[in-house]
């Protein structure tokens, strides 16, 4: 079985107001990310989010062709994933964990990740880096350093991993108390690779200009 976890416990403080919520071209953020799970052929869908924003995206009364449920987050990200993994059906043996905040995620990228995973235990979507990059001081000078750009990507999501492994990391991340901001960070520290994988548009909502974008984007694939 192939399910995912789809992380939405955040305040979105940065944001200015509850993005998730919001709506993308009428529909609220977060039901554009659990729909495109659907449409991937997910067999359950977890959502970690507070119940007022279950309620508020209208999640709560929407009927889906799967299981679509929710539960609470924790203090952390790596607490609100491992909320998520506890909640999945039995047999499931591969996973998507996928920031609700990402809406333009599509069927087929999701498929395309997954199909990758399936391959290597380990697979996530990234873009590669095309900014020149900087590094500055203290002040927010820049520094004269070259920072090379070849072989860096930046990281998205969904990030599916075979579950056995990614509940593996999560144990070593807990009892090594490591802090780890993605899952693939988490597969890392138990010395495991993971496959990058292109799947074009798939900004994250985080500021308010984010959302305009988004729906420019979004309208235009229509």
């Not at 067999?43 to 989010?49: H, P, Y």
């Not at 924790?74 to 043996?93: F, N, Q, W, Y």
């Not at 500055?136 to 350093?145: G, K, R, V």
């Amino acid at each position: 079985m192939f399910c995912a976890v789809i992380v939405a416990a955040g305040s979105g403080r940065r944001a200015g107001f509850d993005k998730l919520s919001a709506p993308l071209d009428g529909v609220p953020v977060l039901r554009r990310s659990v729909d495109a799970f659907v449409s991937a052929g997910c067999d359950a869908v977890v959502v970690v989010c507070p119940a007022e924003r279950w309620e508020a995206t209208g999640l709560a009364a929407a009927q889906f062709p799967v299981p679509v449920v929710r539960v609470d987050g924790g203090a952390e990200r790596r607490d609100s994933v491992a909320a998520g993994l506890d909640a999945l059906p039995c047999g499931t043996d591969l996973v998507a964990v996928h920031d609700g905040a990402r809406p333009l995620i599509t069927a087929e990228g999701i498929r395309r990740c997954a199909e990758a995973a399936r391959e290597t235990g380990a697979a996530a979507c990234a873009h590669p880096v095309v900014d020149t990059l900087k590094r500055a001081d203290e002040h927010d000078c820049t520094l004269p350093e070259a920072v090379s750009r070849e072989h860096l990507w930046g990281m998205e999501t969904p990030q599916i991993f075979k579950l056995p492994l990614l509940r593996a990391a999560y144990k070593l991340v807990k009892a090594q108390g490591l802090a780890v901001t993605d899952e693939v960070s988490a597969v890392e520290a138990a010395g495991v690779q993971t496959r990058l994988v292109q799947v074009g548009a798939n900004m994250k909502i985080t500021l308010p200009g984010d959302l305009e974008l988004a729906e420019l984007i979004w309208k235009h694939r229509a």
